[in-house]
């Protein structure tokens, strides 16, 4: 069982930066088990994928919509996956979920999700 906890959103320029944060609270396997990724949600939009991170942290890769501009990272010590956001745009605006998966691509649980604003 997993449950995730994202926090770090808020409202911002044009232009500025963010760090999501999320924190994984575990019972049984390691968070190194784990894939990490990042979705987010806009208002009458389906769901989509921003980024993934392996388990060990060594591999990892983003949407084209958000490449050169965001990156992901995990501290595993701290049972924490990050999403650093730079030169955000009004199209970034959305909930941002976390989310876990032992195989990459399909994940089984889920954050409830934070929200970040981008004014122009």
């Known amino acids: 069982q997993v449950q995730l906890l994202e926090s770090g959103g808020g409202l911002v320029q044009t232009g500025g930066s963010l760090r999501l944060s999320c924190l994984a609270s575990?019972?049984?396997?390691?968070?190194?088990?784990?894939?990490m990724g990042w979705f987010r949600e806009a208002p009458g939009k389906e769901r989509e994928f921003v980024a993934v991170?392996?388990?060990?942290?060594?591999?990892?890769s983003l949407s084209e919509s958000v490449k050169g501009r965001f990156t992901i990272s995990r501290n595993n010590s701290l049972n924490m996956v990050y999403l650093h956001m730079s030169g955000l745009q009004p199209e970034d605006t959305a909930v941002y979920y976390c989310?876990?998966?032992?195989?990459?691509?399909?994940?089984?649980?889920w954050g409830q999700g934070t929200q970040v604003t981008v004014s122009s």
């Open positions: 989310a876990a998966g032992q195989r990459n691509g399909f994940y089984r649980y």
């Open positions: 575990l019972s049984g396997r390691t968070f190194t088990s784990y894939y």
């Open positions: 991170i392996s388990g060990s942290g060594g591999d990892h």
